[in-house]
């Protein structure tokens, strides 16, 4: 698949306020940092599209671009920020956790790792609870390119061991740069793969 048009609809921190669940829709989420939304950007050749920034915390609310006319991508605000306050994260789970487990159009969410990162128990669990609420989902490696294709292999397969030792399946599981703009066409495969097998069930 090739996005040929992406354009931002709305940012709401609101389920009752988000678009019509009437069209197939993709999540991004992580650690805040991770890289979130300049995938997004990478994935919609496009610089500015999804707000990012150096200072983690900055995506608020969750912000939906429509793609091609078609389907959504959404952008999600991070977790696992050591400055946010007890508030602040009680309000993004609240939120969060809500729109992953009541979104009815939701087919995939990626969860995002910083490949130079081990594995994080934030991440952990929260996969965890993705797996418990059924919710499908798929894991993003970024920043590759801040390792060498060696480093950034091995790092994959420790990650995949450590998993298996308390999960049966993994996952698919995508490596990626924003930067270097790898990963693009498998992730976008996968969508299209997604969406062409739910339509069949419609
Ligand atoms: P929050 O919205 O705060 O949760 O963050 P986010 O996950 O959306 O991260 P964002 O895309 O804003 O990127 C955070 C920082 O990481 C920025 O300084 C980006 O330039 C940098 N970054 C993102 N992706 C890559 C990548 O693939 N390679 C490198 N080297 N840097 C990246
Ligand atoms: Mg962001």
Not at 43 to 65: D, E, M, R, V, Y
Not at 143 to 159: C, G, Q, R, S, W
Request: neutral net charge.
């Amino acid at each position: 698949m090739e996005i040929k048009d992406a354009q931002f609809v709305s940012s709401h921190a609101l389920l009752s306020k988000l678009p019509l669940p009437v069209k197939h829709e993709f999540a991004f989420i992580g650690r805040s940092n991770v890289g979130k939304s300049s995938l997004i950007n990478m994935l919609c050749n496009q610089k500015h599209l999804a707000k990012t920034s150096s200072t983690p915390g900055k995506t608020q609310t969750i912000n939906h671009f429509i793609i091609n006319d078609f389907w959504y991508l959404v952008d999600l605000p991070g977790y696992g920020y050591a400055k946010t306050s007890k508030k602040l994260k009680a309000e993004w789970q609240g939120f969060t956790f809500d729109y992953l487990a009541k979104r009815t159009n939701l087919l995939c969410t990626f969860v995002l790792i910083d490949i130079r990162l081990e594995p994080q128990k934030i991440d952990i669990e929260f996969m965890e609870w993705l797996a418990v609420k059924k919710i499908p989902f798929a894991i993003v490696f970024t920043k590759a390119d801040k390792l060498t294709t060696n480093h950034t292999n091995a790092a994959v397969v420790a990650y995949k061991k450590f998993m298996l030792e308390t999960w049966e399946e993994l996952p698919m599981i995508f490596i990626t740069s924003a930067e270097k703009r790898t990963g693009k066409d498998n992730l976008l495969e996968f969508i299209d793969q997604v969406i062409e097998d739910t339509s069949e069930f419609i």
